[in-house]
């Protein structure tokens, strides 16, 4: 997971891009996602959807390894080329797309197999956007839905909403190694 101080990413803030809703770097959250979906590949990941993407560490890991066709969406359109970046050095590509999450409609995400997400339900008025963008996700047949957070109470009051209507399930983690990090996943299987 590249830093802000990687030479690639120093050249981007060089030009003067700066993102502005906290995808300023790479959240930890992101390893979370990536150490489960090591431990537990989805049966389903052709087409994978990165949602508040930020750098898009997550969805990259899944262009690679899991040779997903990836969209990595963000609210803030300057977060992609530090996605650009990162995506390079892993030599794979993803789809941008600019949209908030009540953009995200049951027939946009109809397409994919599998939403993942890091690091996106922070402040309280992001809750119910979340939850709905959720709901939408299991009604138009996303078959797996990860959403990993270092535990802040706005993630945890959506994860309870969701895993009592779509029998998700609440699991806690922990990354040991190069990134050291805990916290939760949404896990909502929907197959």
Not at 33 to 41: R, T, V
Not at 58 to 85: H, M, N, Q, Y
């Amino acid at each position: 997971m590249p830093t802000a101080s990687h030479p690639a990413i120093r050249r981007v803030k060089r030009q003067g891009t700066s993102p502005s809703i906290h995808g300023t770097k790479p959240w930890k959250s992101s390893a979370l996602l990536i150490d489960y979906l090591k431990k537990h590949p989805p049966a389903h990941a052709g087409r994978v959807i990165d949602v508040g993407c930020g750098w898009g560490v997550a969805g990259i890991w899944c262009a690679k390894k899991l040779r997903s066709e990836v969209t990595s969406v963000d609210a803030d359109p300057d977060v992609f080329p530090f996605l650009d970046e990162v995506a390079a050095m892993n030599q794979v590509r993803t789809s941008h797309l600019v949209k908030r999450f009540e953009q995200l409609t049951v027939k946009k995400l109809a397409r994919y197999d599998m939403l993942i997400a890091a690091d996106i339900c922070f402040w309280d008025e992001l809750v119910k956007p979340v939850t709905n963008m959720v709901n939408r996700a299991v009604k138009a047949g996303v078959k797996h839905i990860y959403i990993a957070d270092p535990e802040r109470s706005t993630f945890l009051e959506m994860a309870e909403r969701c895993v009592d209507k779509h029998c998700g399930e609440l699991i806690d983690w922990r990354t040991r190694g190069t990134i050291e990090t805990r916290g939760a996943l949404l896990t909502i299987e929907n197959a």
